[in-house]
C-alpha cells in the first residue's frame, strides 16, 4: 500500500473535528484552549501534506508562520485566563460573559 | 514501512486528541496534548519536513505545554471537572453535532471534488502551481530559510513585532492590580 497526501489529509480532518467538537463541548478555559491548538496541529498536518505533494515549499513556511502565531495567541490567551482565574478559580467559560464591555 | 509509521504515529495523534477532549483532569488533558504533538512531529519526519519536526517538539511539545501546565499548578485548577454535568442543555449534543458536520464536510470536499493536487492546478492554468518548488537532495533547512528570508522576509519580520506585543501584553494583563498606586502618581486619582 501506497502513502499517499489522502491519507494524511483524511487524519487532518479527524483531528481537526476532535479539536473543534472538544472546543464546543468543554467549559474549562484551559481545555478548549488546548483543543484550539489541536485544531491548529491538524492544519498543519495539512499543510505539511498538500507541500510534498505539490512539491512546494510554501506549505511548510505557512507551518512556521502558523507556530509563532500560535505561540503568540497562547501567550495572550494564557494570561487573560490567569487575569479572570485568579479572582475565582472555579470559573467556567460561561462566566467569562462578564467581559462584556 | 512509512505506512506502519504513519499508522503508529496516526493512532497517537488521534488518541492523544481524544485524551484532550474526554479526560477529566486538566493536567492528563496536558500530557495527552504532549502525546499528539510527538505524533504530529513523527508524521512530519516522515514527509521530510525534519526542520519542522524539531520546531514542532521544541515549541510545541516544550514551550506551549509548558506554559499549559505552568499555568494550571499556578492557579490550582487542577481539580477534576465533572463531565456527566451540563450546565447548558443540549450543548454537548450540539458540539458533538457540529463536530461531526465539520468532519463530513472536509472528507466530502476531499473525495468529491474535482482533480486536485499538482495535475488539478496544471489542468486549471496550464502551468504548476508551485512558487517555491522543492530542491531534491537539498537539507530542508536551507530551504526553507532560504524562502523565509527572501520572500516573506517581510512576514517574517511582521513575527517578531507580533511576539514583543504578545510579550509586553501579557506582562501587562497579568501585572499585579496593587502596584498600580506606586507607578500612577496624578494629582486626585490617589484620594480615590
Known amino acids: 500500500m501506497e502513502l499517499t497526501e489522502t491519507w494524511y489529509l483524511v487524519l487532518s480532518a479527524l483531528l ?3 479539536g473543534l467538537t472538544g472546543l464546543l463541548v468543554r467549559r474549562n478555559p484551559l481545555v478548549m484552549f488546548m483543543c484550539v491548538e489541536l485544531m491548529l496541529n491538524a492544519v498543519n498536518v495539512s499543510f505539511v501534506a498538500f507541500s510534498g505533494a505539490l512539491d512546494d515549499l510554501a506549505g511548510q513556511t505557512a507551518v512556521f508562520f502558523v507556530l509563532v502565531v500560535a505561540a503568540a495567541e497562547v501567550v495572550v490567551g494564557l494570561a487573560i485566563v490567569v487575569a479572570v482565574l485568579r479572582r475565582s478559580p472555579s470559573m467556567t467559560a460561561d462566566d467569562l460573559a462578564s467581559l462584556r464591555g | 514501512m512509512d505506512v506502519v509509521v504513519f499508522l503508529i504515529a496516526g493512532a497517537i495523534v488521534l488518541g492523544g486528541g481524544l485524551g484532550v477532549v474526554l479526560s477529566r483532569n486538566p493536567v492528563r488533558a496536558a500530557l495527552s496534548l504532549v502525546a499528539s504533538f510527538f505524533g504530529v512531529a513523527v508524521l512530519f519526519v516522515i514527509q521530510e519536513a525534519h526542520f519542522l519536526a524539531f520546531v514542532q517538539v521544541v515549541v510545541y511539545g516544550g514551550a506551549i505545554v509548558v506554559l499549559f501546565l505552568f499555568v494550571i499548578m499556578l492557579l490550582g485548577v487542577d481539580t477534576t471537572e465533572d463531565l456527566r454535568l451540563e450546565p447548558l442543555a443540549g450543548q454537548r449534543f450540539a458540539g ?3 463536530g461531526a458536520m465539520v468532519l463530513a464536510l472536509t472528507l466530502g470536499g476531499l473525495f468529491l471534488s474535482g482533480p486536485g493536487g499538482e495535475d488539478g492546478a496544471v489542468a486549471l492554468t496550464g502551468q504548476s502551481a508551485a512558487t517555491a518548488p522543492i ?3 537539498e537539507p530542508d533547512v536551507n530551504q526553507l530559510s532560504r524562502d523565509l528570508f527572501t520572500r516573506n522576509v517581510l512576514a517574517f519580520e511582521a513575527t517578531a ?3 514583543t506585543i504578545a510579550t509586553v501584553g501579557a506582562v501587562v494583563l497579568v501585572r499585579n492590580r496593587g502596584a498600580e498606586d506606586l507607578v500612577v502618581d496624578e494629582p ?5
Open chain 2, 188 to 192: 486626585g486619582t490617589a484620594a480615590s
Open chain 2, 96 to 98: 458533538v453535532i457540529i
Open chain 1, 16 to 18: 481537526f473535528a476532535i
Open chain 2, 161 to 163: 513585532l507580533l511576539l
Open chain 2, 135 to 137: 530542491v531534491e537532495d
